[in-house]
């Protein structure tokens, strides 16, 4: 599959500085903060900060180290956040999968019970 990446969607100008954000914490590899539209207490996002459209393209042409750094940050996250009782970790892919911003992005979310993530 070929990817063609939009270096004007909104996570690449907030990783160009051009859109402020709240950042929760950030590495070399990727950038943490917090959601705008939150869905619970804890809802962030952590973002590569290299041009990756989706999990697949990340998956497929990050490098070892960019993808070690992304998920570390994501432990990070989990820690600064004390998701302890438990948290959901969802990154929604193309059209089928309502992907909203075309940079891959995971969605942390927790800090209270969630309900069922599908139903039958």
């Known amino acids: 599959m070929q990817y ?12 160009r500085g051009e ?4 950042t929760v914490c950030e590495n070399d590899h990727a950038l943490a903060f ?15 900060k290299g041009p990756y459209v989706s999990l697949d393209h990340f998956a497929q042409d990050a490098s070892a180290d960019g993808q ?4 570390q940050l994501v432990a990070e996250v989990c820690r600064l956040t004390d998701v302890a009782g438990g948290f959901r970790a969802i ?3 193309r ?5 909203d911003v075309p940079h891959y992005h995971m969605h942390i ?9 599908l139903h039958d």
């Open 68 to 71: 070690v750094g992304f998920m």
């Open 109 to 117: 979310i927790g800090g209270r019970q969630l309900g069922r993530m």
């Open 91 to 93: 990154s929604n892919t």
């Open 95 to 99: 059209t089928h999968g309502v992907q």
């Open 4 to 15: 063609d990446y939009d270096d004007q969607n909104i996570f690449a100008k907030i990783l």
């Open 34 to 48: 917090n959601d705008i539209n939150p869905q619970a207490p804890v809802h962030v996002l952590v973002i590569p």
């Open 19 to 22: 859109i402020p954000n709240q």
